[in-house]
């Protein structure tokens, strides 16, 4: 969800996650998983972002929603 939101972002800021949910639907235990991030909004404080992760099969694995902060590039990393 991150990635997602930075394709979005100007250059030289970042996001931090300020709250994560998951939802997991069903187990796994071998096979390939993708995840697919998407932007629901981007505000001047607060990004909003949703995923899917989908088995080999095609099946939903789990849902995500975050809720992101902005923070310029190397910010909070010392």
Known sequence: MGMSLGTL???GLWNTTIELKINFLRPVIE???RAIGRVVEMKQTL???EAD???D???LIA???STCM???EGQ???
């Open 9 to 11: 972002q100007e250059d």
């Open 53 to 55: 992760v989908i088995d």
């Open 57 to 59: 099969r095609g099946r």
């Open 76 to 78: 909070g990393r010392e």
């Open 47 to 49: 990004f909003f972002s």
């Open 70 to 72: 902005p923070v310029p």
């Open 31 to 33: 096979g390939r998983l």
């Open 63 to 65: 849902r995500a929603s």
